[in-house]
T-cell receptor
Framework: AQSVTQPDIHITVSEGASLELRCNYS??????LFWYVQSPGQGLQLLLK??????LVQGIKGFEAEFKRSQSSFNLRKPSVHWSDAAEYFC?????????????FGKGTKLSVKP | GAGVSQSPSNKVTEKGKDVELRCDPI?????LYWYRQSLGQGLEFLIY????????KSGLPSDRFSAERTGGSVSTLTIQRTQQEDSAVYLC?????????????FGQGTRLTVV
């Protein structure tokens, strides 16, 4: 069965420090992978996505993620965190066949940023 | 409209009552998804509509939950005989085409509280 694991429920980093949020997935075929961000009281916004090709993908707001098939991982990174990055981050995996339309989400990682 | 619109934004209901939650997808989007977000549980897939195809109802937690999509556009999620465990934020998303390859755009959700 498809599943997504985000091992860190809550992470606190200092402003200006680097960030890495972990995501591991279980999927029987080539996955489509996504990272979404949810700010307090807001809907989910897509940060970046991986379908194929270059395993390092760039997203909005200075985020990037690297797909590592051997580790079944798709970790999200940012070299220097800003206070406005405080939010909850969700990793998701999608099907590669047309009938599998739904996205499977991890339980999220809440990011707090210290001044 | 410019984005996915959900109404109401907040709903408080008494245990045992029925509720209807509405979703207006982005114009032209053929795929529509409902998710439930409970505290600490991430996003739980409920149901997926794609065009005129039979919906994927595999995520509905019980027969008290149902959804329909009229005219390939607006969708209504109905919860009958609500229970306290139904309290959550219900998120709707839409995308251009079938399958998870395309980006899903999320509404801001309906926060349901069952008292």
């Amino acid at each position: 069965a498809q599943s997504v694991t985000q091992p860190d429920i809550h992470i606190t980093v200092s402003e200006g420090a680097s960030l890495e949020l972990r995501c591991n997935y279980s999927y029987g075929a080539t996955p489509y992978l996504f990272w979404y961000v949810q700010s307090p009281g807001q809907g989910l916004q897509l940060l970046l996505k991986y379908f194929s090709g270059d395993t390092l993908v760039q997203g909005i707001k200075g985020f990037e993620a690297e797909f590592k098939r051997s580790q079944s991982s798709f970790n999200l990174r940012k070299p220097s965190v800003h206070w406005s990055d405080a939010a909850e981050y969700f990793c998701a995996v999608g099907g590669t066949r047309g009938s599998q339309g739904n996205l499977i989400f991890g339980k999220g990682t809440k990011l707090s940023v210290k001044p | 409209g410019a984005g996915v619109s959900q109404s109401p934004s907040n709903k408080v209901t008494e245990k045992g009552k029925d509720v209807e939650l509405r979703c207006d997808p982005i114009s032209g989007h053929t795929a529509l998804y409902w998710y439930r977000q409970s505290l600490g549980q991430g996003l739980e897939f409920l149901i997926y509509f794609q065009g005129n195809s039979a919906p994927d109802k595999s995520g509905l937690p019980s027969d008290r939950f149902s959804a329909e999509r009229t005219g390939g556009s607006v969708s209504t999620l109905t919860i009958q005989r609500t229970q306290q465990e139904d309290s959550a934020v219900y998120l709707c998303a839409s995308s251009l085409a079938q399958g998870a390859r395309t980006e899903a755009f999320f509404g801001q959700g309906t926060r349901l509280t069952v008292v």
